[in-house]
Antibody
Framework: QVQLQESGPGLVKPSETLSLTCTVS????????WSWIRQPPGKGLEWIGF???????NYNPSLKSRVTISVDTSKNQFSLKLSSVTAADTAVYYC?????????????WGQGTLVTVSS | DIQMTQSPSSLSASVGDRVTITCRAS??????LNWYQQKPGKAPKLLIY???SLQSGVPSRFSGSGSGTDFTLTIGSLQPEDFATYYC???????????FGQGTKLEIK
């Protein structure tokens, strides 16, 4: 059974960089796409971007200037960096798996991790 | 970006009721439409993919239909565990920018 687990600081100061890692267990990170999605408290879901195991990426244009997603296949992990954060970036951050780009669906999700941006 | 609009935003229903939630895309997305269920404090769970295919392990009272711009999620006979928030999600746009509906909160009447 594939499992995803997000990890990283739960509190980040304004203007700093948010860094999270998603560790994949029970299966290989290879041959799949891996997305980050976030959900501000009490609000809906926003897709941040995805990475393929070969390192190719695609980002939401609304966040593209601040987002970097990377992968470490040797550790079965992928990571998110979001720079210059503000209070608007406070959210639960999820990682998720999908098989392909178009027509895809996210069949495995991490439990989510709350990141609060505050001084 | 392709905008996804769900209706209603909230819905009250009773156990045993048949419920339908609608999702409309701002342009045609073929059948590249998925539905997720989210309970408080939990990650979204995939229910329906490609508009009408039931994800493995999901009860058969859940069904999906539609293509193009208009889609529906139907719960045949509501069970207590079905009270949750439901989201639609499109994976059609080029370049790929995935978007979700704003969610429909299903509450107990």
């Amino acid at each position: 059974q594939v499992q995803l687990q997000e990890s990283g600081p739960g509190l980040v100061k304004p203007s700093e960089t948010l860094s999270l890692t998603c560790t994949v267990s029970g299966g290989s990170i290879s041959s799949y796409y891996w997305s980050w999605i976030r959900q501000p408290p009490g609000k809906g879901l926003e897709w941040i971007g995805f990475i393929y195991y070969d390192g190719s990426t695609n980002y939401n244009p609304s966040l593209k200037s601040r987002v970097t997603i990377s992968v470490d296949t040797s550790k079965n992990q992928f990571s998110l960096k979001l720079s210059s954060v503000t209070a608007a970036d406070t959210a639960v951050y999820y990682c998720a798996r999908h098989d392909y780009i178009w027509g895809s669906y996210m069949d495995y999700w991490g439990q989510g991790t709350l990141v609060t941006v505050s001084s | 970006d392709i905008q996804m609009t769900q209706s209603p935003s909230s819905l009250s229903a009773s156990v045993g009721d048949r419920v339908t939630i609608t999702c409309r895309a701002s342009q045609s997305i073929s059948n590249y439409l998925n539905w997720y269920q989210q309970k408080p404090g939990k990650a979204p769970k995939l229910l329906i993919y490609s508009a009408s295919s039931l994800q493995s392990g999901v009860p058969s009272r859940f069904s999906g239909s539609g293509s193009g711009t208009d889609f529906t999620l139907t719960i045949g006979s509501l069970q207590p565990e079905d009270f949750a928030t439901y989201y639609c999600h499109q994976s059609y746009s080029t370049p790929p920018v995935y978007t979700f509906g704003q969610g429909t909160k299903l509450e107990i009447k």
